[in-house]
């Protein structure tokens, strides 16, 4: 079972695990990933681009569907304004063995970084404003797999 | 495909809206104009602002009807054009 | 922080994230595994060594602690009789950045499986019981960090 | 460090605990009983069970006060010795 949604609310890491794995007996393995907002920056504005959001995470999960054997698979990722320590985004894949697990939930989140349509706008504490700019390393890691 | 004719919607997103004053706009490009790459030099050439947000075209991505697209990437008539930096979420 | 359980009793995820987090703004990812017990087993019993369990986790802990900048890890890990389904370990590590943190994740249960001393007897649904073996990919995981 | 004249602690656990019939015991080992391989081979022929326990030594393992040891790991008045199979937790 495939789960996506863009939200500006808070998901619920637990319900969500709960979801997943509810009545389930062929599950071995979770992987989990959840993307916080990170300080020194006071607050971040997350704009995306909303037809073409869900779509895109879609075909990422897609992706990651046709490499490993996954029994499901959920992301969230918020947009709008989220305050330093607020969760950005979150990721999950169930599978019979956990390396598959693992393996999708960093394929995943390394695919989300780079190919889903999301900018992030920093706002330091003096409220200085900067747009955070893409990270080489990030395409490196979505490169690998 | 021929070239375009009939009106694009063009999306901007972060500092390309910023820069370009623009979050959605419907546009009629002149004949010529078939490609994400010919669009942009078109686009960069209607105001300081817009040619400011496609200064640096290594910078600026773009997807046609919501799907990633390249600089020759053709577009045609009512295709939804969008211009926006490398993607920072997750 | 550093958090190591051994216990019979289920783990609240939502509640493990919630502490690891709390009032934090360092943090920038969590990785998260929950293993579970998978069918067609009816349940599986798992024994350990208590004298020596939480030192033999502790020790793991630290080694991840050395490989990688973790602004905190959980290991939860249960044993007696669990039900398919149910969840048999959590692990939780919580970095700047999802590299370290998806890598700790992964090297955590790596080395768990390898490392920590439980032991797993099977029981299938008409009965029968068997001790689960060693696998082989399971050295090899672990041997690769 | 001297042969083990004085107890040990010897734990069994998983199929070591069924086979050998023990999960606790305390032993005094013979004079010239002082690594854990000399332990294994001493225990090896105290019953048929305890043989069946090791009798494939590549799959017991085995830790001393509590950290993994080798077969060349010396013992001591007072260790705790342990045997088990290769751990299968996670």
């Known amino acids: 079972?495939?789960?996506?949604?863009?939200?500006?609310?808070?998901?619920?890491?637990?319900?969500?695990?709960?979801?997943?794995?509810?009545?389930?007996?062929?599950i071995g393995g979770i992987g989990c990933f959840?993307?916080?907002?990170?300080?020194?920056?006071?607050a971040m504005t997350l704009e995306h681009y909303p037809a073409m959001t869900e779509r895109a995470i879609a075909g990422i999960?897609?992706?990651?569907?046709?490499?490993?054997?996954?029994?499901?698979?959920?992301?969230?990722?918020?947009?709008?304004?989220?305050?330093?320590?607020?969760?950005?985004?979150?990721?999950?894949?169930?599978?019979?063995?956990?390396?598959?697990?693992?393996?999708a939930t960093a394929f995943l989140i390394d695919w989300l970084k780079t190919k889903a349509p999301f900018w992030k706008k920093e706002e330091?504490?003096?409220?200085?404003?900067?747009?955070v700019e893409a990270r080489v390393e990030d395409d490196a890691a979505a490169a690998r797999w | 495909m021929a070239d375009v004719e009939a009106p694009l919607?063009?999306?901007?997103?972060?500092?390309?809206r910023e820069r370009t004053g623009t979050a959605q706009e419907s546009v009629t490009p002149p004949a010529g104009v078939?490609?994400?790459?010919?669009?942009?030099?078109w686009l960069a050439q209607r105001s300081p602002g817009y040619?400011?947000?496609?200064?640096?075209?290594?910078a600026v991505r773009c997807a046609v009807n919501q799907e990633f697209a390249e600089p020759a990437t053709r577009i045609g008539p009512g295709d939804e054009v969008a211009f926006f930096p490398p993607v920072t979420g997750g």
Chains 1, 3 share one sequence.
Do not use: K
């Not at chain 1, 939200?7 to 794995?21: K, P, R, Y």
């Not at chain 1, 959840?34 to 006071?42: C, F, H, I, L, Y």
């Not at chain 2, 040619?51 to 290594?58: E, L, Y």
């Open chain 1, 124 to 131: 330091s504490v003096d409220g200085a404003e900067a747009w």
């Open chain 1, 34 to 42: 959840v993307g916080t907002v990170r300080g020194p920056a006071a």
């Open chain 2, 34 to 41: 078939g490609t994400v790459g010919e669009l942009i030099a």
């Open chain 2, 9 to 16: 919607t063009i999306l901007y997103f972060a500092w390309l």
């Open chain 2, 51 to 58: 040619a400011s947000a496609f200064a640096n075209r290594r």
């Open chain 1, 1 to 26: 079972m495939t789960r996506i949604r863009v939200q500006s609310e808070n998901f619920d890491i637990g319900a969500e695990f709960a979801a997943l794995t509810a009545e389930r007996t062929d």
């Open chain 1, 61 to 103: 999960v897609r992706e990651a569907e046709r490499r490993w054997s996954l029994l499901g698979c959920t992301v969230i990722h918020r947009y709008g304004r989220l305050l330093a320590g607020e969760n950005i985004v979150l990721v999950l894949a169930a599978a019979a063995h956990r390396q598959a697990a693992l393996d």
